[in-house]
């Protein structure tokens, strides 16, 4: 028999949000009753807002399961200090950004570097969606369905030399249209870097949609990193730059605070951080708390790449 998944639906065949959230929770109870996929044939909305709709295949090898956090939630409670501190702040200024058109330039180590318009980089038919834990350093999660592409699928195209060994990435640095610049509270542009083997890892997703639809600028559009197992400030937003470099490359947290930021920032409820703990987390919309994972969960993908390190010195 053949049972209708949420994969054959696409985000574009819906019409709101609302609806998107309440079909899924239909398709979950649907699943829990064994109620078979004619029922959610009936689901299926042919939708409006073509401009902003994102066609996509979800992920179901890298999604979790768990409860969405609400679309509200995620564009709303940020953390982009481009747009200035409070996390209301992104939402309520970042109208003005203009996220299209866009370039990247990519460089260092590297055969094929050069600027690259969003267009080069997004090849709309390789769009998947991934619903991926967050986990804020800060001791807060989500749970957010992200639009990307793997990002080694984006920068194999690149041809990284074999001197690459760690990826920097930078985020535009418009002080018209992002009032936090004017505040040096961190050393901007916005800097962040992963190994190679990170950037190249399956899970690690370049960013350009949430909820099926483009990226609000308050969640970084046009295109953002999604790093799962990581605190999300190594999720760097509106990215620029992508360069191959030899050497570890300089981070804003880290260049910011080294003794409470370290360059690897894998979650890990072990290592606390120097002012509270990392044991337990906050899910957005929930009353109690919840144990922090290894790995934000993601340890059995992840693992192997820090294999024989310390990650209390490398935290
Ligand atoms: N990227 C830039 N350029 N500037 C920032 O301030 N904040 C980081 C990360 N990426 C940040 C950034 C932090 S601390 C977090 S938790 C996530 O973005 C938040 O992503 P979200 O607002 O989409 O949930």
Known sequence: MLIKTP????????????????????????????????LLNTLTISGALAA?????VKNRDYSTD??????????????????????????????????????????????????YSYEDIINPHQLEERIYRLRCVEAWSMVIPWVGIALADVLKRFEPTSEAKYVAFTTVMRPEEMPGLRRRV?????????RIDEAMHPLTLLTVGLYGEVLPNQNGAPIRLVVPWKYGFKSIKSIV?????RKQPKTSWNMSAPQEYGFYS???????????????ERRIGDFLKRETLMFNGYGEQVASLYRGMDLRKHY
């Not at 956090?69 to 992104?90: C, L, M, Q, R, V």
């Not at 961190?186 to 992963?194: H, I, Q, S």
């Not at 730059?241 to 470099?245: A, C, G, M, S």
């Open 7 to 38: 994969d054959l639906i696409k985000p574009s065949e819906i019409t709101d949000r609302q609806l998107y959230l309440n079909r899924r929770k239909f398709i979950r109870a649907g699943a829990n009753l064994g109620i078979a996929g004619a």
């Open 52 to 56: 902003t709709k994102l066609s996509t």
């Open 66 to 115: 768990e409860e969405l956090t609400p679309y509200d939630a995620i564009t709303s409670y940020n953390n982009f200090y481009e747009f200035g501190t409070h996390k209301s702040d992104p939402s309520e200024n970042a109208g003005k950004f203009q996220p299209q058109p866009w370039s990247v330039v990519v460089d260092g180590e590297c055969m094929k570097p050069g600027t």
């Open 186 to 194: 961190l050393d901007w542009p916005y800097r962040e870097g992963l």
């Open 241 to 245: 730059r992508i360069e191959f470099t």
């Open 266 to 280: 894998n979650v890990n409820p072990e290592v606390d951080h120097p002012r509270w703990s990392q044991r337990k």
